[in-house]
């Protein structure tokens, strides 16, 4: 199973960039996905997720608004458009299969299949 990831990159406080991950190995619409991050001396956080269907997504409060997650079942790739970016965004980003759902919008990871990480550095 690999997911491979590309985009991220330095952006201006307002500025937007776009991730992909695309997976191969595994059955990539038998399952939920998600993208985390993880800043530097903090642990990996959930912050959004996309059902199997692709019809639910869910955000961490503190993306939604300026995040969007989807996917794009025919080329087996998730993406995370990413708006007014803050400095608080910066961070490497990785994507994964999750587990989500109304009552658990938070994404937990499923698997122990990680993207290689995209870093995302924002400044002021």
């Known amino acids: 199973v690999r997911l491979v990831q590309s985009g991220g990159g330095s952006v201006q406080t307002g500025g937007s960039l776009t991730l992909s991950c695309t997976i191969s190995?595994?059955?990539?619409?038998?399952?939920?996905m998600g993208w985390f991050r993880q800043a530097p001396e903090k642990e990996r956080e959930g912050i959004a997720c996309?059902?199997?269907?692709?019809?639910?997504?869910f955000y961490a409060d503190s993306v939604k608004g300026r995040f969007t997650i989807s996917k794009d079942d025919a080329k087996n790739t998730l993406y995370l458009q990413m708006n007014s970016l803050k400095p608080e965004d910066k961070a490497m980003y990785y994507c994964?299969?999750?587990?989500?759902?109304?009552?658990?919008?938070?994404?937990?990871?499923?698997?122990?299949?990680w993207g290689q990480g995209t870093q995302v550095t924002v400044s002021s």
């Open positions: 994964t299969f999750a587990s989500c759902g109304p009552g658990s919008p938070i994404p937990k990871s499923l698997f122990n299949y």
């Open positions: 190995g595994l059955s990539f619409d038998g399952y939920a």
């Open positions: 996309i059902g199997r269907s692709g019809r639910s997504t």
